[in-house]
């Protein structure tokens, strides 16, 4: 199987609202990063009364562009994919400016103490995006909900974690579209990074994303992709393939993330190394759960364990 292959960088326009499709539109916040690639796409659909997928971050220049957009229409629900602070922080002022609802599976859940041994982070690598606590949906939605409130664009809930436990994919009925936020990104492979995120809830979701046949998935971040089903089974041969490779280092007598990482990520730059550690972690997590790695000295798989084969 081959890797993933990411489509080439696109140029995106920041501030203006671009119709990608009969019913969609998309509006890029100026927020790029290392985790949002050009930054994060808030669509808009229908015309008239309409829907809104993740507003985005807390930007005075992406709310005003949102602002515009949405002249003259009247948004009748706001779907949020999941609560890191690059997709649902604006969902508040659109809440307020529209009454619409915010639609959403539930808030994000507080890792319990003592689970996670970095949060808040050390320093100043940047691990992850950060996440939106504050996000309480008006609904929450379950698997399989239809959200049927615009004309013409219905909606049904596919509740995706592995990225987040929260995370919630839309499908659009009408297009045969899916919006992916980040559970699958069109330019690069996703954070999964323990103690919320989980590689087994990720896989089994990706599975589930690749047997639906959707026509096209459209990422929070980076371009639509046409062949979803391609795509997604080579993310999940990707990480299968990373997960083989951690195994592997396990058996070789690595027993600590620190050196396993050292070793799987030997040509990445080291300040990736922190990141890198959180989804060797989650590998970790995983094939424990598959009665393949022991650990040792703690009551669940640390960041900091102690890891052996069994
Ligand atoms: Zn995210």
Not at 23 to 42: C, D, H, M, Q
Not at 183 to 197: A, F, I, L, N, R
Not at 298 to 308: K, S, V
């Amino acid at each position: 199987m081959a890797a993933p292959t990411f489509l080439p960088l696109d140029d995106v326009r920041y501030g203006t609202a671009e119709q990608m499709s009969p019913l969609i539109r998309r509006v890029i916040a100026e927020n790029p990063s290392k985790f949002t690639y050009r930054g994060t796409g808030t669509y808009v659909v229908g015309h008239g009364d309409v829907v809104v997928i993740d507003p985005g971050p807390r930007l005075d220049a992406h709310r005003e562009a949102l602002e515009a957009a949405l002249e003259g229409e009247r948004v009748r629900a706001i779907l949020v994919t999941h609560c890191h602070s690059d997709h649902s922080p604006l969902a508040a002022w659109l809440r307020e400016q529209t009454g619409a609802p915010t639609i959403a599976f539930g808030p994000h859940p507080r890792p319990a103490p003592g689970t996670d041994p970095i949060e808040p982070p050390d320093d100043d690598v940047e691990i992850e995006e950060s996440t939106d606590y504050d996000f309480r949906p008006d609904v929450a939605a379950a698997d399989g909900d239809v959200i049927d409130v615009v004309p013409g664009a219905t909606f049904t809930a596919v509740h995706t974690p592995g990225h987040t436990s929260n995370h919630m994919c839309w499908a659009l009925g009408e297009e045969s579209a899916l919006f992916t936020g980040d559970h699958v990104m069109g330019w690069s492979t996703t954070v999964v990074s323990p103690p919320d995120g989980d590689m087994a809830a990720y896989i089994d979701s990706l599975r589930r994303v690749a047997g639906r046949n959707d026509t096209v998935l459209w990422p929070t971040h980076g371009p639509p992709r046409r062949d979803a089903e391609t795509y997604v089974t080579a993310l999940i041969e990707h990480r299968l393939e990373r997960e083989r490779g951690v195994l592997a280092q396990v058996r070789a007598g690595r027993s600590t993330i620190p050196e396993i990482v050292e070793v799987l990520y030997a040509d990445v730059r080291a300040e990736l190394h922190k990141p890198a550690g959180r989804s060797v972690w989650a590998h970790l997590e995983h094939l424990v759960d598959q009665g393949l790695v022991g650990f040792d000295g703690a009551d669940r798989p640390m960041l900091d364990g102690t890891y052996r084969p069994c």
